[in-house]
T-cell receptor, first 109, second 112 residues
Framework: RKEVEQDPGPFNVPEGATVAFNCTYS??????FFWYRQDCRKEPKLLMS???SGNEDGRFTAQLNRASQYISLLIRDSKLSDSATYLC??????????FGQGTELSVKP | GAGVSQSPSNKVTEKGKDVELRCDPI?????LYWYRQSLGQGLEFLIY????????KSGLPSDRFSAERTGGSVSTLTIQRTQQEDSAVYLC??????????FGSGTRLTVV
């Protein structure tokens, strides 16, 4: 089993839709969790950290479920500019940051 | 510098040659990572440096790969006797604590 697994993509949604991505991790000692966005042929950029209490940044909401060992990212009112690959990342105990394979999102007019 | 700097941005090399990739992290960042990303794939962890601790080399795919970090700052990733399957984008990231990791724009390596 992979250390970090994500929903398979691609997700094709119309503008204005709500879309959710899930990511599961295998190491219960994981301590920090992140969502990154990667545009085509660019480096990943930090979208948001994920906190135990859940956190929101505008149209984006991230949640952590430690009991079930998954994190989620919800995008509301999706825009064309949200089209990208979304990567979850988990800090395994000892500091190593492991990424999921990424989920491609395509928002259509 | 303001961000993570990687050089060269592109490298084409012949099979069997050695290559060195450089990463200049954000000043003061204690953690430095190297990842590899093949076309259409996720990020493959290669190696992790944290302060003065021994690096975590568990992701290096073979003994042809090595990395060092001098003075807690600049890091070089060396690939010896390059093979075609080494072709990928090599990404470096740095962080201070666990607040999130900033990536450089990567080195696109092509082995011909």
């Amino acid at each position: 089993r992979k250390e970090v697994e994500q929903d398979p993509g691609p997700f094709n949604v119309p503008e204005g839709a709500t879309v959710a991505f899930n990511c599961t991790y295998s190491n219960s000692a994981s301590q920090s969790f992140f969502w990154y966005r990667q545009d085509c042929r660019k480096e990943p950029k930090l979208l948001m950290s994920v906190y135990s209490s859940g956190n929101e940044d505008g149209r984006f909401t991230a949640q952590l479920n430690r009991a079930s060992q998954y994190i989620s990212l919800l995008i509301r009112d999706s825009k064309l500019s949200d089209s990208a690959t979304y990567l979850c990342a988990v800090n395994i105990a000892g500091g190593k940051l492991i990424f999921g394979q990424g989920t491609e999102l395509s928002v259509k007019p | 510098g303001a961000g993570v700097s990687q050089s060269p941005s592109n490298k084409v090399t012949e099979k069997g040659k050695d290559v060195e990739l450089r990463c200049d992290p954000i000043s003061g960042h204690t953690a430095l990572y190297w990842y590899r990303q093949s076309l259409g794939q996720g990020l493959e962890f290669l190696i992790y440096f944290q302060g003065n601790s021994a690096p975590d080399k568990s992701g290096l795919p073979s003994d042809r790969f090595s990395a060092e970090r001098t003075g807690g700052s600049v890091s070089t990733l060396t690939i010896q006797r390059t093979q075609q399957e080494d072709s990928a984008v090599y990404l470096c990231a740095s962080s201070l604590g666990r607040r999130g990791y900033t990536f450089g724009s990567g080195t696109r390596l092509t082995v011909v």
